[in-house]
């Protein structure tokens, strides 16, 4: 079983700056990407930013619409992976949800986690 826990969403004014946390844990083998999304009312979930497990580093990528104001990093060794949210815009009000893709104990293959949601507000 994974469980995936996030933390850091809130209120906050226009040009602010907020992080938020995603700690996965459970009998993870390895992490092939891991990320955020976000979900505005009434409108689909889409990606921000994910990072992608590569030979020797990581690939981070990111959505046109954060590029230059948002950074994800992953620490390898908590499972955890941080999205800085800077320059925060009232368009980036939405429900971010951590998502992650992991190869488990006793399950072949990958399998796809996300986390329960925590909400941002950015206000103008």
């Known amino acids: 079983q994974v469980q995936l826990v996030e933390s850091g969403g809130g209120l906050v004014q226009a040009g602010g700056s907020l992080r938020l946390s995603c700690a996965a844990s459970g009998n993870i083998v390895i992490f092939n990407s891991m990320g955020w999304y976000r979900q505005a009312p009434g409108q689909q979930r889409v990606l921000v930013a994910d990072?992608?497990?590569?030979?020797?580093?990581?690939?981070?990528n990111y959505a046109d619409s954060v590029k230059g104001r948002f950074t994800i990093s992953r620490d390898n060794a908590k499972d955890t992976v941080y999205l800085q949210m800077n320059s925060l815009k009232p368009k980036d009000t939405a429900d971010y949800y951590c998502?992650?893709?992991?190869?488990?104990?006793?399950?072949?293959?990958?399998?796809?986690?996300w986390g329960q949601g925590t909400q941002v507000t950015v206000a103008s």
């Open positions: 998502n992650a893709v992991l190869s488990v104990v006793g399950a072949f293959g990958t399998h796809e986690y």
């Open positions: 990072i992608t497990r590569g030979g020797t580093t990581n690939y981070a």
